[in-house]
């Protein structure tokens, strides 16, 4: 397993990235999970040490969790409490899912773009001007493919409101998300 612990205007010593890859170890022994790569971060906000943490396992599954304390080791001891909170509700599933699948998780490529949220009247055609949105960044972002069960899981594991997945049943893009009344709806526009 790969340890990316780095941090943001800090320093991060031995003793801390010795700390924290064997309390990781601990925690995937416990689930007896397979992960690729587990990225921390430190970084201050004021006063307060913020711990962010992502599991990659070979699934293509991810969690994550983020902690702050006014100690950098309780930021991390909360973070990876939240992490094992996440791996115990949804063992019984991660180990169906490391069973019915038997290869990684396949990632497409695709462009992600971020808009810009201005509304101005004169860009918004009311004088004849362009209706295109101002696009203020691009990246490029993965696509797994996943079955729906699969992808409500990796939403929930990510704290995401929305996921974009290709169905392994049958190939085509599909969407979950959270709905306001707390609900997961599910787009399959091949059905």
Same mark, same amino acid.
């Given at each position: 397993?790969?340890?990316?612990?780095?941090?943001?205007?800090? *320093?991060?010593?031995?003793?801390?990235?010795?700390?924290?890859? &064997?309390? =990781?170890?601990? =925690?995937?022994?416990?689930?007896?999970?397979?992960?690729?790569?587990?990225? $921390?971060?430190? %970084?201050?906000?004021?006063? #307060?040490? $913020?711990?962010?943490?992502?599991?990659?396992? &070979?699934?293509?599954?991810?969690?994550?969790?983020?902690?702050?304390?006014?100690?950098?080791? /309780?930021?991390?001891?909360?973070?990876?409490?939240?992490?094992?909170?996440? #791996?115990?509700?949804?063992?019984?599933? #991660?180990? *169906?899912?490391?069973?019915?699948?038997?290869t990684p998780v396949e990632f497409a490529g695709a462009p992600s773009y971020i808009l810009s949220a201005e509304d101005n009247a004169e860009e918004?055609? /009311? *004088?004849?001007? %362009?209706?295109?949105?101002?696009?203020?960044?691009?990246?490029?972002?993965?696509?797994?493919?996943? %079955?729906?069960?699969?992808?409500?899981?990796?939403?929930? #594991?990510?704290?995401?409101?929305? =996921?974009?997945?290709?169905?392994?049943?049958?190939?085509?893009?599909?969407?979950?998300?959270?709905?306001?009344?707390?609900?997961?709806?599910?787009?399959?526009?091949?059905?």
């Amino acid at each position: 397993m790969r340890y990316q612990i780095s941090g943001r205007q800090i *320093d991060v010593g031995e003793a801390l990235q010795t700390h924290v890859k &064997s309390e =990781l170890g601990e =925690l995937v022994e416990k689930y007896q999970q397979r992960p690729t790569e587990a990225v $921390v971060v430190f %970084s201050r906000n004021a006063h #307060l040490f $913020v711990c962010e943490a992502t599991f990659h396992l &070979s699934t293509g599954l991810t969690a994550q969790a983020k902690a702050q304390a006014g100690e950098i080791y /309780a930021a991390f001891e909360s973070c990876r409490e939240k992490l094992d909170k996440q #791996l115990r509700r949804y063992k019984r599933r #991660l180990k *169906d899912h490391h069973r019915e699948r038997t290869t990684p998780v396949e990632f497409a490529g695709a462009p992600s773009y971020i808009l810009s949220a201005e509304d101005n009247a004169e860009e918004s055609g /009311a *004088d004849g001007g %362009s209706l295109q949105p101002i696009i203020i960044a691009e990246m490029e972002t993965r696509i797994p493919s996943l %079955s729906a069960g699969e992808a409500v899981m990796q939403m929930e #594991l990510a704290h995401a409101n929305v =996921l974009v997945f290709r169905n392994e049943r049958h190939g085509g893009l599909n969407v979950v998300y959270r709905r306001d009344d707390g609900n997961i709806g599910w787009i399959d526009p091949q059905n």
